[in-house]
């Protein structure tokens, strides 16, 4: 079982829409966790970052934790076009140290 | 503020040469890491440096090694390249704290022959 897992997709929405992608994750003692957006043949960057259970709201994009099923989701409202890309769901464990990442989400948001 | 610096930014290589990827950081952060990036394999850990002076294995360590050179500098080296190395190498560094993200180079190709 991988330690971090998500839906390689694609993920094809229409704009305006709210997408919603999804990762599970096999570490218990996690501590923190992230999404990174990535655009093809760039870096990584980061979108939201999570550390309780709940939600996290930042403009369109809202993170969703839930420790005891051990899975973190980001949900896009609004989706637009340039929202287009692959979405990398990131957990790190204790320590603060190791930062282990899922094949991420493939999303298309069609115009 | 240049933020994490990787060179060189392409490389090609033949199966058993040897590379250094070079990697600097300006934001004073004491941890830093090489991932590699392979299609559908999504970002896997080879090595990280959590301060100066310490590195421990990743998930995909076999076949590289690493130096700290300093707190700004940390370097991937490969001593005798095989095909299965091809891959996008990112450079990243971050504060030693659980709630603190990873800041990404611009990543080096790499494409061992």
């Known amino acids: 079982q991988k330690e971090v897992e998500q839906n390689s997709g694609p993920l094809s929405v229409p704009e305006g829409a709210i997408a919603s992608l999804n990762c599970t994750y096999s570490?218990?003692?996690?501590?923190?966790f992230f999404w990174y957006r990535q655009y093809s043949g760039k870096s990584p960057e980061l979108i939201m970052s999570?550390?309780?259970?709940g939600d996290k709201e930042d403009g369109r994009f809202t993170a969703q934790l839930n420790k005891a099923s051990q899975y973190v989701s980001l949900l896009i409202r609004d989706s637009q076009p340039s929202d287009s890309a692959t979405y990398l769901c990131?957990?790190?464990?204790?320590?603060?140290?190791?930062?282990?990442f899922g094949a991420g989400t493939r999303l298309f948001v069609k115009a | 503020n240049a933020g994490v610096t990787q060179t060189p930014k392409f490389q090609v290589l033949k199966t058993g040469q040897s590379m250094t990827l070079q990697c600097a950081q300006d934001?004073?952060?004491?941890?830093m890491y090489w991932y590699r990036q392979d299609p559908g394999m999504g970002l896997r850990l080879i090595y990280y440096?959590?301060?100066?002076?310490?590195?421990d294995k990743g998930e995909v360590p076999n076949g590289y090694n690493v130096s700290r050179l300093n707190k700004r500098e940390f370097s991937l080296r490969l001593e005798s390249a095989a095909p299965s190395q091809t891959s996008v190498y990112f450079c990243?560094?971050?504060?030693?704290?659980?709630?603190?993200?990873?800041?990404f180079g611009n990543g080096t190709r790499l494409t061992v022959t």
């Open positions: 570490d218990r003692g996690s501590q923190s």
């Open positions: 440096s959590a301060s100066e002076g310490t590195t």
């Open positions: 934001m004073n952060h004491n941890s």
């Open positions: 990243a560094s971050s504060v030693p704290s659980n709630n603190s993200p990873l800041h």
């Open positions: 990131a957990v790190r464990g204790t320590g603060g140290f190791k930062t282990i």
């Open positions: 999570i550390y309780s259970n």
